[in-house]
């Protein structure tokens, strides 16, 4: 994970997509401050988290239970440091005890059997888990997250696991150099939350869509939380 770049550089780089992010929101009539930007650190050493947290930016996500727990270890004042530890990569359900004991949010619950199993160690650790769901809105073989048909269900089974908070939804664009791949994607996520909210008769405020190369698209769909990682930091290792 030597790809460090220097506090300056993230800083130039944090002020570009803040200024890409403010136009975007003036553009469709909306305020930048309806849009959190996280700093996306997988891949990149603890370095990364804490020039997040020296910046002032509120969250982190990671794609993997094992690399955040080394990096939670290896980084001084990193447990309740300032800053959220959200996991936004594909968990496996056998994984769920620990992803409870690092992560203050989980975006990437797709199934039941998840939900379940979040709730369960949730409950053992006495604490309410707050969750994103994540839908397969793009409809993209390649990508993770629950069919658009299966969304109804999953939100119910989530919604009866008393240790679960469900916050919103969370999807990943197709890949693809057209931006319209990704706006397509995006309204439909959105027009997802908006349905089951109603269908429900919950809130549903999080829409955890957009990332280094779609933040446009993803602003005028409505995206509260941008997840950003290499317009920060630089190309993964």
Same mark, same amino acid.
């Given at each position: @994970? ?5 506090? #300056?550089?993230? *800083? ?17 009539? %909306?305020?930048?401050?309806? *849009?959190?930007?996280?700093? *996306? ?26 690399? !955040?727990?080394? &990096?939670? =270890?290896?980084?001084? $004042?990193?447990?309740?440091?300032? +800053? ?11 994984? !769920? ?6 992560? #203050? ?14 709730? &369960? ?6 604490? =309410?888990?707050? =969750? ?37 939804? @969370? ?10 791949? !990704? ?8 027009? +997802? ?15 955890? @869509?957009?990332?280094? $190369?779609?933040?446009?698209? !993803?602003? %005028? ?7 950003? $990682? ?8």
């Amino acid at each position: @994970m030597d790809n460090s770049i220097s506090y #300056e550089a993230f *800083v130039a780089n944090v002020r570009s997509v803040e200024a890409e992010i403010a136009r975007a929101c003036s553009q469709c009539g %909306r305020s930048p401050a309806e *849009v959190t930007l996280m700093a *996306v650190t997988k891949t990149h050493g603890h370095w990364a988290v804490e020039y997040a947290q020296r910046y002032g930016l509120k969250c982190v996500g990671e794609n993997r239970v094992q690399e !955040a727990e080394a &990096k939670r =270890v290896d980084r001084p $004042g990193a447990q309740g440091g300032g +800053i959220r530890w959200e996991l936004i990569g594909s968990l496996q359900s056998n994984k !769920a005890r620990h992803a409870v004991a690092l992560f #203050e949010r989980v975006q990437s619950v797709d199934r039941a059997k998840l939900a379940l199993a979040l709730d &369960k160690y949730a409950g053992e650790a006495g604490r =309410v888990l707050p =969750v994103l769901l994540q839908i397969n809105a793009g409809r993209d073989p390649a990508k993770h997250g629950a069919e658009i048909e299966d969304a109804p269900q999953l939100l119910e089974t989530a919604l009866s696991c008393a240790n679960l908070k469900v916050e919103g939804l @969370m999807t990943i664009a197709p890949l693809s150099d057209d931006p319209d791949v !990704a706006a397509r994607c995006f309204d439909s996520l959105r027009t +997802i939350r908006d349905d089951l909210a109603v269908r429900f008769g919950v809130a549903l405020p999080e829409l955890s @869509m957009g990332m280094s $190369g779609d933040i446009p698209q !993803a602003v %005028r769909a409505g995206s509260t939380m941008l997840r950003v $990682g290499t317009a920060l930091f630089g190309g993964r290792v």
